[in-house]
């Protein structure tokens, strides 16, 4: 089902405007079936009715609101957009506060009509689409990428048509994106989708390991390759052996790992740190990188020739804000996504909080916005309203206050002496027991201050 083909229930007394207004939709192949009274609509949604309902507030005997009553109990998923009299605040504010999706005063032009139906439509096929999810996911069945990736813009929907080219295809491939596009769920995506889904998927972040750590996480090492190793370890491209290595910013691979990784990728060989032999892997490789490789290849921090071997084929994810159409899809389903995992009912999501997140630049782009989401969900949003505006955190209390330093003192005491807890308590002039109190109030960790050789 696509957004327009959702039904529409559209309650109205008076004849005359039911009939036009039916013709409105219908003219804009919008399809509606038409009641004169709540009764009869709830006729129509007794077996729970997968469209969205529009309802004049004014009715014979059972008026919208009360229809909207029945219909949260009935389908509590089905949108439900009240018609209010002009100016009927009062009536407008009950209406949203009973669960409304959206209210339309009197008199109101046909387009105005069309857009709130259409944004109701679509939020339903959004909530069809995770309860689909749902149950793929209990079924255990793999979900359409449609659904996994989501968004309707002309980047993401050809993003989408690339990814099911190249999960197919054995190249490596290079993807592109500032923090949070979604550089790791399209690596995710390329193995989930291509014939290696079965093998390991390794994920390994160049920039989170210690340069002189990376090169043998990535080849392994021979016991004895080097004085801490006293045991064979089997590196992370053996380990992904058949399936995807995923090096994740790739930009902070040092340059002599540089040399030695695009070996790997000419020859599909590897050689053990400390070891004689090479061993032949098979490995997809996809690497992630939030900057321009070229510009830092030209500045000399990256290899030229790792550079055009890793650029073969390339997706370049683009910012949220370069793709705002995006965001009350997004934010919608990671709304309703949130709700569902924290079992909350999900909030209404008014044109307002829209407003705002369309204004928004969304520097950590859709992390940012899914994070936003959680709170929204959370209740953790600030009480005026705003999403994006944290809540002021209540100040420090003096004891609380009186910790911080105690405890950042302590800390540098500790840095100072190389975790000689000793020294430390005589120069602080306390106890050694009164110390170790301390430590241990604090959660700090000893071990991060001694030298490695001690
Ligand atoms: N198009 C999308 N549809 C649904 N979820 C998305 C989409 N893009 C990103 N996400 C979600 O946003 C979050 C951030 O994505 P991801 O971790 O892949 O970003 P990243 O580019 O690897 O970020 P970083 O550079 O900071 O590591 C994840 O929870 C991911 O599932
Ligand atoms: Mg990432």
């Known amino acids: 089902m696509t957004p327009n083909t959702i039904p529409i229930l559209y309650v109205e007394d008076d004849d005359a405007i039911r009939l036009s207004l039916t013709q409105t ?32 507030v004014q009715l014979p005997n059972m008026s919208g609101l009360s229809l909207l009553e029945k219909l949260r109990q009935l389908a509590p998923e089905c949108p439900v957009i009240l018609v209010t009299g002009h100016g009927d605040i009062d009536m407008a504010v009950q209406a949203m506060r009973a669960g409304a999706y959206d209210f339309i005063e009197k008199p109101f032009e046909p387009e105005r009509l069309l857009e709130v139906a259409r944004r109701a439509q679509e939020k339903r096929q959004l909530q069809h689409t995770i309860n ?29 048509q690339q990814i099911r080219q190249l999960a197919n295809t054995p190249t490596d491939v290079m993807i592109v994106g500032e923090t949070g596009t979604g550089k790791e769920l399209v690596a995710r995506c390329l193995h989930d989708y291509g014939a290696r ?28 390759a080097f004085t801490t190793a006293n045991k064979r370890r089997i590196g992370q491209i053996e380990y992904a052996h058949r399936g995807t290595l995923f090096l994740d910013e790739i930009e902070s691979m040092p340059l002599g790992v540089q040399i030695k990784f695009l ?50 084929a390339v997706l370049s994810l683009p910012a949220l804000r370069e793709r705002r159409t ?42 940012e916005l ?13 009480s005026s309203g705003s999403l994006l505006k944290e809540e002021e955190m209540p100040p420090l209390t003096l004891v609380q206050q009186v910790e911080q330093v105690e405890k ?10 190389h975790g000689r807890t000793q020294k430390v308590y005589e120069a602080l002039g306390i106890g050694k027991k009164t110390l170790y109190d301390k430590i241990h109030k604090y959660g700090i960790t000893l071990a991060h ?3 490695p050789e001690e």
């Not at 004689?276 to 990256?302: C, G, P, T, Y």
């Not at 950042?408 to 002496?417: F, G, R, S, V």
Request: charged share 20%; proline share 4%; glycine share 4%.
């Open 25 to 56: 939709f219908s003219l804009a192949a919008l399809p509606v079936t038409a009641c004169r009274s709540a009764e009869e609509a709830l006729r129509h949604c007794q077996q729970g009715w997968p469209g969205i309902v529009i309802s004049d």
């Open 132 to 160: 689909h999810l749902q149950e793929q996911l209990q079924a255990h069945s793999q979900p359409d990428l449609d659904h996994l990736l989501l968004g309707q813009s002309a980047a993401i929907v050809r993003l989408r």
């Open 197 to 224: 889904k079965q093998q390991h998927f390794v994920a390994l972040n160049c920039g989170g390991i210690p340069d002189s750590l990376l090169e043998s996480e990535l080849f392994g090492h021979e016991a004895g």
């Open 263 to 312: 070996r790997v990728l000419q020859e599909r060989r590897i050689q053990r740190l400390g070891a004689n032999q090479e061993i032949a892997v098979d490995i997809r490789v996809i690497a992630a990188s939030k900057v321009d490789l070229l510009k830092l290849s030209q500045q000399q921090q990256f290899r030229n020739d790792l550079y055009y071997r890793l650029h073969v």
């Open 326 to 367: 995006d965001i009350p899809v997004l934010f919608e389903a990671f709304v309703l996504q949130a709700a569902a995992r924290l079992n909350r009912p999900p909030p209404t999501i008014t044109n307002l909080h829209l407003h705002e997140l369309l204004a928004h630049d969304w520097p950590g782009n859709v992390r």
């Open 370 to 382: 899914k994070n936003v989401a959680e709170r929204f969900v959370l209740g953790m949003h600030h």
């Open 408 to 417: 950042t003192l302590i800390e540098q005491m500790l840095k100072q002496h």
């Open 449 to 451: 201050y001694r030298d």
